[in-house]
Protein backbone atom coordinates (compact mmCIF):
# COMPACT_ATOMS: atom_id res chain seq x y z
CA UNK A 1 0.00 0.00 0.00
CA UNK A 2 2.91 2.24 1.00
CA UNK A 3 4.26 1.74 -2.24
CA UNK A 4 1.26 2.22 -4.22
CA UNK A 5 0.79 5.54 -2.75
CA UNK A 6 4.56 6.72 -2.82
CA UNK A 7 4.03 5.97 -6.85
CA UNK A 8 0.52 7.58 -7.01
CA UNK A 9 2.25 10.76 -5.17
CA UNK A 10 5.43 10.57 -8.15
CA UNK A 11 3.10 10.76 -10.77
CA UNK A 12 1.43 13.47 -9.40
CA UNK A 13 4.51 15.23 -8.56
CA UNK A 14 5.47 14.70 -12.34
CA UNK A 15 1.94 16.07 -13.80
CA UNK A 16 2.04 19.33 -11.31
CA UNK A 17 6.57 19.87 -12.88
CA UNK A 18 4.60 19.58 -16.46
CA UNK A 19 2.15 22.39 -15.55
CA UNK A 20 4.73 24.42 -14.40
CA UNK A 21 6.82 23.74 -17.62
CA UNK A 22 3.91 24.49 -19.76
CA UNK A 23 2.69 27.58 -18.02
CA UNK A 24 6.00 29.25 -18.84
CA UNK A 25 6.28 27.99 -22.42
CA UNK A 26 2.33 29.06 -23.47
CA UNK A 27 3.28 32.31 -22.14
CA UNK A 28 7.16 32.84 -23.52
CA UNK A 29 6.91 30.65 -26.51
CA UNK A 30 3.90 29.76 -28.30
CA UNK A 31 3.21 33.39 -28.40
CA UNK A 32 6.95 34.95 -27.99
CA UNK A 33 5.43 38.26 -26.91
CA UNK A 34 2.35 38.54 -25.38
CA UNK A 35 2.56 41.72 -24.70
CA UNK A 36 1.98 42.88 -28.30
CA UNK A 37 -0.19 40.80 -29.25
CA UNK A 38 -2.62 41.41 -26.63
CA UNK A 39 -2.54 45.10 -27.40
CA UNK A 40 -2.17 45.16 -31.13
CA UNK A 41 -4.00 47.52 -32.35
CA UNK A 42 -4.07 49.71 -28.97
CA UNK A 43 -2.41 52.64 -29.07
CA UNK A 44 -0.07 52.27 -25.95
CA UNK A 45 3.45 53.66 -25.74
CA UNK A 46 6.16 52.12 -26.39
CA UNK A 47 7.89 52.72 -22.43
CA UNK A 48 5.29 50.79 -21.18
CA UNK A 49 5.39 48.06 -23.24
CA UNK A 50 8.95 47.70 -22.35
CA UNK A 51 7.85 48.22 -19.11
CA UNK A 52 5.77 45.44 -19.32
CA UNK A 53 8.47 43.34 -20.40
CA UNK A 54 10.11 43.67 -17.68
CA UNK A 55 7.91 43.05 -14.89
CA UNK A 56 6.78 40.14 -16.54
CA UNK A 57 10.28 38.74 -17.13
CA UNK A 58 10.41 38.84 -20.55
CA UNK A 59 14.00 39.79 -21.26
CA UNK A 60 17.01 37.93 -21.15
CA UNK A 61 17.49 34.35 -22.30
CA UNK A 62 14.86 31.96 -23.00
CA UNK A 63 16.66 30.09 -20.23
CA UNK A 64 17.63 32.43 -17.59
CA UNK A 65 13.62 33.51 -17.66
CA UNK A 66 12.97 29.67 -17.09
CA UNK A 67 15.37 29.40 -14.18
CA UNK A 68 14.19 32.59 -12.91
CA UNK A 69 9.99 32.03 -13.35
CA UNK A 70 11.10 28.36 -11.73
CA UNK A 71 12.65 30.00 -8.62
CA UNK A 72 10.20 32.61 -8.10
CA UNK A 73 6.92 30.28 -8.36
CA UNK A 74 8.66 28.05 -5.81
CA UNK A 75 8.26 30.85 -3.56
CA UNK A 76 4.93 31.49 -4.34
CA UNK A 77 6.53 34.31 -6.17
CA UNK A 78 3.63 34.44 -8.88
CA UNK A 79 4.40 38.21 -10.19
CA UNK A 80 2.22 41.37 -9.69
CA UNK A 81 -1.48 41.89 -10.97
CA UNK A 82 -1.69 44.15 -13.68
CA UNK A 83 -4.73 45.26 -12.48
CA UNK A 84 -4.91 45.32 -8.94
CA UNK A 85 -1.05 45.97 -8.91
CA UNK A 86 -1.08 43.41 -5.55
CA UNK A 87 1.05 40.64 -5.99
CA UNK A 88 -0.42 38.04 -7.85
CA UNK A 89 -0.44 35.39 -5.19
CA UNK A 90 -1.73 37.60 -2.30
CA UNK A 91 -4.94 38.69 -4.64
CA UNK A 92 -5.27 34.99 -5.12
CA UNK A 93 -5.72 33.86 -1.35
CA UNK A 94 -7.83 36.56 -0.58
CA UNK A 95 -10.40 34.92 -3.46
CA UNK A 96 -10.00 31.14 -1.99
CA UNK A 97 -12.42 31.74 0.49
CA UNK A 98 -15.14 33.26 -0.98
CA UNK A 99 -15.05 30.56 -3.90
CA UNK A 100 -14.28 27.58 -1.49
CA UNK A 101 -17.88 28.48 0.21
CA UNK A 102 -19.97 29.11 -2.42
CA UNK A 103 -18.32 26.02 -4.85
CA UNK A 104 -18.17 24.05 -2.25
CA UNK A 105 -21.69 24.13 -0.42
CA UNK A 106 -22.77 23.55 -4.08
CA UNK A 107 -20.80 20.40 -4.86
CA UNK A 108 -22.12 18.93 -1.49
CA UNK A 109 -25.34 20.22 -2.34
CA UNK A 110 -25.07 18.60 -5.53
CA UNK A 111 -23.93 15.46 -4.74
CA UNK A 112 -26.45 14.53 -2.10
CA UNK A 113 -29.24 15.16 -4.09
CA UNK A 114 -27.53 13.79 -7.24
CA UNK A 115 -27.18 10.66 -5.92
CA UNK A 116 -30.39 10.61 -3.92
CA UNK A 117 -32.39 10.86 -7.70
CA UNK A 118 -29.66 8.68 -8.82
CA UNK A 119 -31.11 6.16 -6.90
CA UNK A 120 -34.51 6.78 -7.05
CA UNK A 121 -34.31 6.84 -10.87
CA UNK A 122 -32.01 3.15 -11.12
CA UNK A 123 -33.90 1.41 -8.62
CA UNK A 124 -37.11 1.98 -10.17
CA UNK A 125 -35.92 2.01 -13.68
CA UNK A 126 -38.68 3.14 -16.35
CA UNK A 127 -41.10 4.32 -13.59
CA UNK A 128 -42.40 8.08 -14.13
CA UNK A 129 -40.29 8.88 -11.45
CA UNK A 130 -37.34 7.88 -13.24
CA UNK A 131 -38.63 9.37 -16.52
CA UNK A 132 -38.90 12.72 -14.45
CA UNK A 133 -35.68 12.39 -12.63
CA UNK A 134 -33.81 11.42 -15.75
CA UNK A 135 -35.35 14.70 -17.58
CA UNK A 136 -34.77 17.23 -15.56
CA UNK A 137 -31.50 16.42 -14.95
CA UNK A 138 -30.46 15.75 -18.62
CA UNK A 139 -31.86 19.30 -19.15
CA UNK A 140 -29.83 20.71 -16.46
CA UNK A 141 -27.10 19.51 -17.53
CA UNK A 142 -27.20 20.18 -21.35
CA UNK A 143 -27.97 24.32 -20.46
CA UNK A 144 -24.75 26.47 -20.17
CA UNK A 145 -24.72 26.83 -16.08
CA UNK A 146 -24.86 30.74 -16.32
CA UNK A 147 -27.69 30.41 -18.46
CA UNK A 148 -29.34 29.22 -15.84
CA UNK A 149 -28.20 31.54 -13.38
CA UNK A 150 -29.70 34.22 -15.59
CA UNK A 151 -33.06 32.54 -15.76
CA UNK A 152 -32.93 32.29 -11.89
CA UNK A 153 -31.29 35.89 -11.67
CA UNK A 154 -34.54 37.29 -13.95
CA UNK A 155 -37.13 35.32 -11.72
CA UNK A 156 -35.78 35.51 -7.99
CA UNK A 157 -34.02 38.83 -8.03
CA UNK A 158 -35.98 40.98 -10.96
CA UNK A 159 -39.30 40.02 -11.20
CA UNK A 160 -39.62 38.96 -8.08
CA UNK A 161 -37.11 40.97 -5.71
CA UNK A 162 -36.12 38.55 -3.40
CA UNK A 163 -32.51 37.58 -3.39
CA UNK A 164 -29.81 40.49 -4.32
CA UNK A 165 -28.79 40.61 -8.24
CA UNK A 166 -25.34 39.99 -7.13
CA UNK A 167 -21.66 40.40 -4.56
CA UNK A 168 -21.19 38.57 -1.61
CA UNK A 169 -22.68 41.50 1.12
CA UNK A 170 -24.86 44.00 1.11
CA UNK A 171 -23.49 47.56 0.47
CA UNK A 172 -23.06 50.12 3.13
CA UNK A 173 -25.03 47.93 5.61
CA UNK A 174 -22.93 46.96 8.25
CA UNK A 175 -24.42 43.60 9.88
CA UNK A 176 -22.37 41.30 12.70
CA UNK A 177 -23.26 38.12 14.49
CA UNK A 178 -25.78 36.76 13.26
CA UNK A 179 -27.25 39.19 10.95
CA UNK A 180 -23.69 38.67 8.69
CA UNK A 181 -24.27 35.12 8.14
CA UNK A 182 -27.86 35.58 7.30
CA UNK A 183 -26.81 38.24 4.58
CA UNK A 184 -23.90 36.18 3.42
CA UNK A 185 -26.14 33.16 2.67
CA UNK A 186 -28.99 36.01 0.81
CA UNK A 187 -25.91 36.36 -1.48
CA UNK A 188 -24.89 32.68 -1.53
CA UNK A 189 -28.67 31.44 -2.53
CA UNK A 190 -28.76 32.03 -6.16
CA UNK A 191 -25.30 31.27 -7.40
CA UNK A 192 -25.31 28.49 -5.52
CA UNK A 193 -29.13 26.92 -6.31
CA UNK A 194 -27.63 27.66 -10.27
CA UNK A 195 -24.58 25.99 -9.14
CA UNK A 196 -26.55 22.75 -7.73
CA UNK A 197 -28.46 22.37 -10.53
CA UNK A 198 -26.02 22.61 -12.90
CA UNK A 199 -23.75 19.76 -11.14
CA UNK A 200 -26.07 17.16 -9.58
CA UNK A 201 -27.05 15.85 -13.39
CA UNK A 202 -23.58 14.33 -13.58
CA UNK A 203 -24.18 12.28 -9.87
CA UNK A 204 -27.66 11.19 -11.01
CA UNK A 205 -26.44 9.96 -14.23
CA UNK A 206 -23.10 8.19 -13.12
CA UNK A 207 -25.16 6.48 -9.55
CA UNK A 208 -28.21 5.73 -12.14
CA UNK A 209 -26.24 3.76 -14.42
CA UNK A 210 -23.70 2.15 -11.75
CA UNK A 211 -26.92 1.27 -9.27
CA UNK A 212 -28.26 -0.61 -12.80
CA UNK A 213 -24.56 -2.13 -13.15
CA UNK A 214 -24.67 -3.82 -9.58
CA UNK A 215 -28.77 -4.52 -9.75
CA UNK A 216 -27.88 -7.79 -12.05
CA UNK A 217 -26.10 -9.36 -9.29
CA UNK A 218 -26.49 -12.41 -7.56
CA UNK A 219 -26.12 -11.32 -4.06
CA UNK A 220 -29.00 -9.17 -4.59
CA UNK A 221 -31.14 -11.79 -5.68
CA UNK A 222 -29.70 -13.71 -2.40
CA UNK A 223 -30.76 -10.64 -0.12
CA UNK A 224 -33.90 -11.00 -1.65
CA UNK A 225 -34.48 -14.48 -1.16
CA UNK A 226 -33.50 -14.07 2.54
CA UNK A 227 -36.86 -11.83 3.23
CA UNK A 228 -35.29 -8.51 3.44
CA UNK A 229 -38.02 -5.52 2.39
CA UNK A 230 -37.34 -3.86 -0.82
CA UNK A 231 -36.09 -0.85 0.73
CA UNK A 232 -33.38 -2.78 2.89
CA UNK A 233 -32.44 -4.67 -0.48
CA UNK A 234 -31.81 -1.01 -1.74
CA UNK A 235 -29.95 0.73 0.98
CA UNK A 236 -27.85 -2.12 3.01
CA UNK A 237 -27.02 -4.38 -0.58
CA UNK A 238 -27.54 -2.08 -3.58
CA UNK A 239 -26.26 1.20 -2.80
CA UNK A 240 -23.29 0.80 -0.59
CA UNK A 241 -21.82 -0.96 -4.21
CA UNK A 242 -23.09 0.95 -6.45
CA UNK A 243 -21.15 4.61 -4.64
CA UNK A 244 -18.15 3.68 -5.52
CA UNK A 245 -17.37 5.12 -9.08
CA UNK A 246 -19.82 8.06 -7.71
CA UNK A 247 -17.27 8.18 -4.72
CA UNK A 248 -14.80 8.86 -7.19
CA UNK A 249 -16.51 11.13 -9.17
CA UNK A 250 -17.06 13.48 -6.08
CA UNK A 251 -13.50 13.55 -4.79
CA UNK A 252 -12.58 14.49 -8.94
CA UNK A 253 -15.18 17.18 -8.70
CA UNK A 254 -14.31 18.62 -5.35
CA UNK A 255 -10.85 19.21 -6.88
CA UNK A 256 -12.81 21.68 -9.62
CA UNK A 257 -14.09 23.64 -7.13
CA UNK A 258 -11.74 26.24 -7.24
CA UNK A 259 -11.52 26.27 -11.05
CA UNK A 260 -15.83 25.29 -11.48
CA UNK A 261 -17.88 29.00 -11.50
CA UNK A 262 -15.96 31.29 -13.76
CA UNK A 263 -18.93 31.66 -15.21
CA UNK A 264 -21.42 31.97 -12.53
CA UNK A 265 -19.34 33.55 -10.39
CA UNK A 266 -18.91 36.35 -13.13
CA UNK A 267 -22.67 36.63 -13.72
CA UNK A 268 -23.22 37.27 -9.83
CA UNK A 269 -19.92 39.56 -9.15
CA UNK A 270 -19.02 36.62 -6.62
CA UNK A 271 -15.61 37.82 -5.74
CA UNK A 272 -14.00 34.75 -5.42
CA UNK A 273 -11.29 32.88 -8.25
CA UNK A 274 -14.14 32.47 -10.90
CA UNK A 275 -14.69 36.20 -11.45
CA UNK A 276 -11.06 36.25 -11.07
CA UNK A 277 -10.28 34.57 -13.90
CA UNK A 278 -12.72 36.60 -16.37
CA UNK A 279 -11.57 40.15 -14.89
CA UNK A 280 -7.92 38.56 -15.94
CA UNK A 281 -9.35 38.16 -19.45
CA UNK A 282 -10.79 40.97 -20.06
CA UNK A 283 -7.82 42.91 -18.53
CA UNK A 284 -5.87 41.41 -19.83
CA UNK A 285 -3.93 40.56 -16.91
CA UNK A 286 -1.61 37.43 -17.58
CA UNK A 287 0.55 37.04 -14.30
CA UNK A 288 -2.97 36.86 -12.91
CA UNK A 289 -3.98 34.89 -15.27
CA UNK A 290 -0.92 32.52 -15.29
CA UNK A 291 -1.03 32.43 -11.48
CA UNK A 292 -5.00 31.42 -11.47
CA UNK A 293 -3.84 28.41 -13.78
CA UNK A 294 -1.04 27.40 -11.75
CA UNK A 295 -3.53 26.90 -8.64
CA UNK A 296 -6.49 25.43 -10.78
CA UNK A 297 -4.13 22.70 -11.98
CA UNK A 298 -2.78 22.47 -8.27
CA UNK A 299 -5.89 21.60 -6.86
CA UNK A 300 -7.60 19.84 -9.41
CA UNK A 301 -4.12 17.61 -9.23
CA UNK A 302 -4.33 17.42 -5.17
CA UNK A 303 -7.55 15.96 -5.50
CA UNK A 304 -7.23 13.40 -8.01
CA UNK A 305 -4.28 11.92 -5.73
CA UNK A 306 -6.42 11.78 -3.08
CA UNK A 307 -9.36 10.02 -5.30
CA UNK A 308 -7.22 7.64 -6.67
CA UNK A 309 -5.83 6.67 -2.68
CA UNK A 310 -9.54 6.83 -1.51
CA UNK A 311 -10.40 4.15 -4.23
CA UNK A 312 -7.67 1.92 -3.31
CA UNK A 313 -8.96 1.78 0.07
CA UNK A 314 -12.49 1.62 -0.30
CA UNK A 315 -12.08 -1.37 -3.57
CA UNK A 316 -9.63 -4.04 -2.53
CA UNK A 317 -9.47 -4.90 -6.18
CA UNK A 318 -7.72 -2.06 -7.64
CA UNK A 319 -5.38 -2.50 -4.61
CA UNK A 320 -1.84 -3.92 -5.41
CA UNK A 321 -1.40 -7.17 -3.75
CA UNK B 1 -19.14 -3.43 -57.69
CA UNK B 2 -21.73 -5.55 -56.35
CA UNK B 3 -19.16 -8.48 -54.84
CA UNK B 4 -20.68 -10.06 -52.11
CA UNK B 5 -19.05 -8.35 -49.37
CA UNK B 6 -20.03 -5.11 -50.02
CA UNK B 7 -24.04 -6.76 -50.47
CA UNK B 8 -23.29 -8.02 -46.73
CA UNK B 9 -22.03 -3.86 -45.92
CA UNK B 10 -25.02 -1.94 -47.80
CA UNK B 11 -27.55 -4.09 -45.31
CA UNK B 12 -26.06 -3.78 -42.51
CA UNK B 13 -25.65 -0.04 -42.83
CA UNK B 14 -29.41 0.17 -43.81
CA UNK B 15 -30.43 -2.06 -40.90
CA UNK B 16 -27.91 0.06 -38.39
CA UNK B 17 -30.23 3.11 -39.90
CA UNK B 18 -33.57 1.56 -39.61
CA UNK B 19 -32.81 0.75 -35.87
CA UNK B 20 -31.77 4.20 -35.51
CA UNK B 21 -34.97 5.42 -37.09
CA UNK B 22 -36.93 3.39 -35.24
CA UNK B 23 -35.53 4.74 -31.72
CA UNK B 24 -37.90 7.18 -30.56
CA UNK B 25 -35.11 9.68 -29.01
CA UNK B 26 -33.07 9.12 -31.91
CA UNK B 27 -35.62 10.06 -34.52
CA UNK B 28 -36.51 13.11 -32.48
CA UNK B 29 -33.00 14.22 -32.04
CA UNK B 30 -32.41 14.23 -35.92
CA UNK B 31 -35.24 15.88 -36.34
CA UNK B 32 -34.15 18.92 -34.05
CA UNK B 33 -30.76 18.77 -36.06
CA UNK B 34 -31.82 19.21 -39.21
CA UNK B 35 -34.32 21.81 -38.48
CA UNK B 36 -31.93 24.02 -36.71
CA UNK B 37 -29.10 22.79 -39.67
CA UNK B 38 -31.79 23.91 -42.05
CA UNK B 39 -31.82 27.33 -39.78
CA UNK B 40 -28.31 27.58 -40.04
CA UNK B 41 -27.94 26.77 -43.87
CA UNK B 42 -30.75 28.93 -44.85
CA UNK B 43 -30.00 32.17 -42.49
CA UNK B 44 -30.04 34.81 -45.32
CA UNK B 45 -33.74 33.88 -46.37
CA UNK B 46 -34.73 33.97 -42.86
CA UNK B 47 -32.89 37.02 -41.22
CA UNK B 48 -31.57 39.97 -43.41
CA UNK B 49 -27.93 40.70 -42.14
CA UNK B 50 -28.81 44.10 -42.04
CA UNK B 51 -30.62 43.22 -38.65
CA UNK B 52 -27.20 42.67 -37.25
CA UNK B 53 -25.59 46.49 -38.34
CA UNK B 54 -26.21 48.56 -35.70
CA UNK B 55 -25.81 51.61 -38.13
CA UNK B 56 -28.86 50.14 -40.19
CA UNK B 57 -31.05 49.03 -37.52
CA UNK B 58 -30.70 52.84 -36.45
CA UNK B 59 -31.75 53.98 -39.96
CA UNK B 60 -34.64 51.26 -40.17
CA UNK B 61 -36.07 53.20 -37.51
CA UNK B 62 -35.61 50.11 -34.84
CA UNK B 63 -36.16 50.84 -30.95
CA UNK B 64 -33.34 50.26 -28.54
CA UNK B 65 -34.19 47.22 -26.28
CA UNK B 66 -37.81 46.94 -28.34
CA UNK B 67 -39.61 44.43 -27.10
CA UNK B 68 -40.99 41.40 -29.43
CA UNK B 69 -44.24 43.59 -29.62
CA UNK B 70 -42.53 46.64 -31.13
CA UNK B 71 -40.48 45.22 -33.42
CA UNK B 72 -41.52 41.89 -34.83
CA UNK B 73 -40.35 39.18 -34.57
CA UNK B 74 -37.99 39.15 -30.94
CA UNK B 75 -37.44 42.37 -30.30
CA UNK B 76 -34.01 44.66 -30.67
CA UNK B 77 -30.87 45.13 -28.25
CA UNK B 78 -28.97 47.97 -27.14
CA UNK B 79 -27.54 48.53 -30.07
CA UNK B 80 -31.06 48.55 -31.86
CA UNK B 81 -30.27 45.48 -33.88
CA UNK B 82 -32.64 42.53 -34.47
CA UNK B 83 -32.10 39.60 -32.13
CA UNK B 84 -34.14 37.47 -34.52
CA UNK B 85 -31.60 38.49 -37.02
CA UNK B 86 -28.54 37.56 -34.15
CA UNK B 87 -30.22 34.62 -33.25
CA UNK B 88 -30.73 32.70 -37.13
CA UNK B 89 -27.31 34.13 -38.01
CA UNK B 90 -25.56 33.10 -34.68
CA UNK B 91 -26.87 29.62 -34.75
CA UNK B 92 -24.37 29.39 -37.90
CA UNK B 93 -21.51 30.18 -35.67
CA UNK B 94 -22.52 27.57 -32.86
CA UNK B 95 -23.16 24.45 -35.28
CA UNK B 96 -19.93 25.22 -37.15
CA UNK B 97 -17.62 25.83 -34.24
CA UNK B 98 -19.38 22.78 -32.51
CA UNK B 99 -19.22 20.61 -35.45
CA UNK B 100 -15.49 21.94 -36.51
CA UNK B 101 -14.13 21.33 -32.54
CA UNK B 102 -15.81 17.76 -32.93
CA UNK B 103 -13.90 17.23 -35.94
CA UNK B 104 -10.16 18.12 -34.59
CA UNK B 105 -11.21 16.33 -30.97
CA UNK B 106 -12.13 13.28 -32.80
CA UNK B 107 -9.21 13.20 -35.01
CA UNK B 108 -6.63 13.81 -32.80
CA UNK B 109 -8.19 11.55 -30.51
CA UNK B 110 -8.39 8.61 -32.73
CA UNK B 111 -4.96 9.15 -33.99
CA UNK B 112 -3.44 8.93 -30.41
CA UNK B 113 -5.59 6.36 -29.37
CA UNK B 114 -5.43 3.73 -32.34
CA UNK B 115 -1.80 4.55 -32.21
CA UNK B 116 -0.98 3.58 -28.06
CA UNK B 117 -3.56 0.72 -28.30
CA UNK B 118 -2.34 -0.81 -31.79
CA UNK B 119 1.63 -0.55 -31.60
CA UNK B 120 1.77 -0.23 -27.37
CA UNK B 121 4.33 -0.64 -25.86
CA UNK B 122 6.91 2.49 -24.77
CA UNK B 123 5.03 5.04 -26.97
CA UNK B 124 1.86 3.79 -25.72
CA UNK B 125 3.75 4.42 -22.18
CA UNK B 126 4.33 8.13 -23.39
CA UNK B 127 1.13 8.53 -25.31
CA UNK B 128 -1.18 7.81 -21.88
CA UNK B 129 1.58 10.08 -20.05
CA UNK B 130 0.11 12.78 -22.33
CA UNK B 131 -3.44 12.22 -22.39
CA UNK B 132 -3.76 11.89 -18.47
CA UNK B 133 -1.89 15.22 -18.36
CA UNK B 134 -4.44 16.95 -20.24
CA UNK B 135 -7.35 14.99 -18.52
CA UNK B 136 -6.02 16.31 -15.17
CA UNK B 137 -5.71 19.72 -16.49
CA UNK B 138 -8.60 22.32 -15.58
CA UNK B 139 -10.16 21.62 -18.94
CA UNK B 140 -12.03 25.04 -18.71
CA UNK B 141 -9.26 27.57 -17.66
CA UNK B 142 -6.68 25.66 -19.74
CA UNK B 143 -9.39 26.60 -22.58
CA UNK B 144 -9.66 29.72 -21.65
CA UNK B 145 -5.53 30.75 -21.18
CA UNK B 146 -5.01 29.40 -24.53
CA UNK B 147 -7.97 31.70 -25.88
CA UNK B 148 -6.72 34.62 -24.41
CA UNK B 149 -3.05 33.75 -25.66
CA UNK B 150 -4.14 33.57 -29.19
CA UNK B 151 -6.22 35.74 -29.49
CA UNK B 152 -10.10 36.24 -30.49
CA UNK B 153 -11.45 34.15 -33.49
CA UNK B 154 -13.52 31.70 -34.54
CA UNK B 155 -10.35 29.51 -35.57
CA UNK B 156 -8.64 29.96 -32.45
CA UNK B 157 -11.69 28.77 -30.48
CA UNK B 158 -12.27 25.56 -32.61
CA UNK B 159 -8.43 25.22 -32.14
CA UNK B 160 -8.75 25.33 -28.67
CA UNK B 161 -11.53 23.21 -27.99
CA UNK B 162 -10.12 20.46 -29.91
CA UNK B 163 -6.73 20.69 -28.20
CA UNK B 164 -8.21 20.25 -24.88
CA UNK B 165 -10.88 18.10 -25.52
CA UNK B 166 -9.53 14.77 -27.05
CA UNK B 167 -8.16 13.18 -24.27
CA UNK B 168 -11.30 11.33 -23.17
CA UNK B 169 -11.47 10.22 -26.86
CA UNK B 170 -8.10 8.92 -27.09
CA UNK B 171 -8.58 6.48 -23.80
CA UNK B 172 -12.26 5.52 -25.08
CA UNK B 173 -10.39 4.41 -28.72
CA UNK B 174 -7.42 2.84 -27.18
CA UNK B 175 -9.38 0.60 -24.63
CA UNK B 176 -11.38 -0.61 -27.79
CA UNK B 177 -8.95 -1.14 -29.84
CA UNK B 178 -6.71 -2.91 -27.05
CA UNK B 179 -9.83 -5.48 -26.86
CA UNK B 180 -10.16 -5.97 -30.81
CA UNK B 181 -6.14 -6.60 -31.04
CA UNK B 182 -6.52 -9.79 -29.22
CA UNK B 183 -9.18 -11.15 -31.56
CA UNK B 184 -8.85 -14.14 -33.20
CA UNK B 185 -9.33 -12.35 -37.13
CA UNK B 186 -5.95 -9.79 -36.59
CA UNK B 187 -3.60 -13.03 -35.96
CA UNK B 188 -4.97 -14.63 -38.68
CA UNK B 189 -4.15 -11.53 -40.80
CA UNK B 190 -1.21 -11.23 -39.73
CA UNK B 191 -0.11 -14.28 -39.86
CA UNK B 192 -0.92 -14.13 -43.39
CA UNK B 193 1.68 -11.35 -43.90
CA UNK B 194 -0.57 -8.38 -43.85
CA UNK B 195 1.11 -5.04 -42.81
CA UNK B 196 0.03 -3.11 -39.49
CA UNK B 197 -1.38 -0.10 -41.64
CA UNK B 198 -3.09 -2.80 -43.43
CA UNK B 199 -4.45 -4.77 -40.23
CA UNK B 200 -5.73 -1.01 -38.77
CA UNK B 201 -7.07 0.11 -41.96
CA UNK B 202 -9.33 -3.14 -42.76
CA UNK B 203 -9.79 -4.53 -39.19
CA UNK B 204 -8.80 -2.30 -36.43
CA UNK B 205 -10.86 0.82 -37.75
CA UNK B 206 -14.20 -0.88 -39.24
CA UNK B 207 -14.23 -2.25 -35.85
CA UNK B 208 -14.03 0.88 -33.81
CA UNK B 209 -15.92 3.39 -36.01
CA UNK B 210 -19.37 2.77 -34.37
CA UNK B 211 -17.55 3.89 -31.42
CA UNK B 212 -15.86 7.09 -32.54
CA UNK B 213 -19.23 8.38 -34.32
CA UNK B 214 -21.20 7.74 -30.88
CA UNK B 215 -18.53 9.86 -28.93
CA UNK B 216 -17.84 12.09 -31.71
CA UNK B 217 -21.89 13.07 -31.30
CA UNK B 218 -21.08 13.05 -27.56
CA UNK B 219 -18.57 15.75 -27.91
CA UNK B 220 -20.64 17.95 -30.02
CA UNK B 221 -22.49 19.07 -27.21
CA UNK B 222 -19.02 20.13 -24.70
CA UNK B 223 -17.54 22.14 -27.93
CA UNK B 224 -20.85 23.79 -28.26
CA UNK B 225 -21.27 24.40 -24.58
CA UNK B 226 -17.28 25.28 -24.66
CA UNK B 227 -17.63 27.77 -27.46
CA UNK B 228 -20.45 29.32 -25.44
CA UNK B 229 -18.59 30.25 -21.77
CA UNK B 230 -15.74 31.34 -23.87
CA UNK B 231 -17.91 33.92 -25.65
CA UNK B 232 -19.83 35.13 -22.90
CA UNK B 233 -16.40 35.50 -21.08
CA UNK B 234 -15.51 38.06 -23.88
CA UNK B 235 -13.36 35.59 -25.56
CA UNK B 236 -15.09 35.34 -29.09
CA UNK B 237 -14.77 36.63 -31.97
CA UNK B 238 -15.66 39.93 -31.64
CA UNK B 239 -16.83 40.23 -35.57
CA UNK B 240 -19.59 37.64 -35.49
CA UNK B 241 -22.97 37.19 -34.22
CA UNK B 242 -22.65 33.84 -32.02
CA UNK B 243 -25.69 32.68 -29.19
CA UNK B 244 -22.27 32.97 -26.50
CA UNK B 245 -21.87 36.37 -27.86
CA UNK B 246 -25.38 37.40 -27.59
CA UNK B 247 -25.31 36.34 -23.94
CA UNK B 248 -22.46 37.93 -23.44
CA UNK B 249 -23.97 40.88 -25.03
CA UNK B 250 -27.28 40.42 -22.64
CA UNK B 251 -24.98 40.01 -19.69
CA UNK B 252 -22.97 43.22 -19.93
CA UNK B 253 -25.72 45.39 -21.56
CA UNK B 254 -27.87 44.54 -18.36
CA UNK B 255 -30.19 42.62 -20.05
CA UNK B 256 -31.16 40.89 -16.90
CA UNK B 257 -31.83 43.95 -14.83
CA UNK B 258 -33.92 45.43 -17.74
CA UNK B 259 -35.84 42.40 -17.85
CA UNK B 260 -35.56 42.01 -21.42
CA UNK B 261 -36.04 38.54 -21.96
CA UNK B 262 -36.21 38.37 -25.65
CA UNK B 263 -32.32 38.82 -25.64
CA UNK B 264 -30.99 36.13 -23.40
CA UNK B 265 -34.14 33.60 -23.75
CA UNK B 266 -33.47 32.67 -27.70
CA UNK B 267 -30.26 31.44 -27.18
CA UNK B 268 -29.97 30.00 -24.14
CA UNK B 269 -32.80 27.71 -25.40
CA UNK B 270 -31.74 27.12 -29.09
CA UNK B 271 -28.36 26.08 -27.36
CA UNK B 272 -30.22 23.39 -24.76
CA UNK B 273 -32.31 22.27 -28.04
CA UNK B 274 -29.25 21.61 -30.22
CA UNK B 275 -27.43 20.02 -27.26
CA UNK B 276 -30.29 17.67 -26.14
CA UNK B 277 -30.38 16.65 -29.87
CA UNK B 278 -26.85 15.80 -30.36
CA UNK B 279 -27.14 13.80 -26.97
CA UNK B 280 -30.16 12.00 -27.89
CA UNK B 281 -28.44 10.98 -31.48
CA UNK B 282 -24.94 10.25 -29.46
CA UNK B 283 -26.89 7.77 -27.22
CA UNK B 284 -28.94 6.23 -29.82
CA UNK B 285 -25.62 5.87 -32.30
CA UNK B 286 -23.78 4.29 -28.54
CA UNK B 287 -26.81 1.80 -27.61
CA UNK B 288 -26.36 0.80 -31.27
CA UNK B 289 -22.81 0.36 -31.05
CA UNK B 290 -22.99 -1.62 -28.07
CA UNK B 291 -26.50 -3.42 -27.59
CA UNK B 292 -25.84 -4.17 -24.02
CA UNK B 293 -26.69 -0.29 -23.56
CA UNK B 294 -29.93 -0.76 -25.34
CA UNK B 295 -32.18 -1.40 -21.87
CA UNK B 296 -30.82 1.02 -20.11
Known amino acids: MAQFISKKVLGSTLTLVFVLVFNFFLFRVVQPDPVANLFRGRNVPQARLDQMRTDFGLDGSRLTQFWAYLRETLQLNLGFSYQSRQPVWDDIASKIWPTVQLVGLAAILSAAIGIIGGVIAGWR ?12 TMAFYSMPDFWLGMLLLVAFAVVFPWFPVGGMTELGVEHSGVGAILDRLHHLALPCLTLTLAYLGEYAIVTRSSLLDVMGEEYLTLAQAKGLRDIQVRNRHAVPNALLPVVTLAAINFGFVLSGAIAVETLFSWPGLGKATSDAVLGPDLPMLQGLFLVFSAAVIVFNLAADVLYAFLDPRVRPA | ?59 AGAPQWGSPSTWWPLGTDH ?59 PFLPLAIVLATVLGRSVWNIIFVIGVTSWPSTARLVRAQVLTVKQRLFVDRSRSLGASSAYIVRRHIMPNVSGLILANATLAVPISILTETTLSFLGLGDPQRA ?11 ESAITRNAWWYFLPPGLGILVVVLAFTLIGQTLEQLADPRLADR
Open chain 2, 1 to 59: MTSPTMQRRLASTTNVLVRFWRSRPGRIGLIVLVVFGAMALAAPLLADRSGLDAVASRR
Open chain 2, 242 to 252: SWGKMLNDAFF
Open chain 1, 125 to 136: RGSAADYSITST
Open chain 2, 79 to 137: LRRSVWAQFVWGSRISLFVGLAATVVTIAVGTLVGVTAGFFGGRLDGVLMRVTEWFLVV
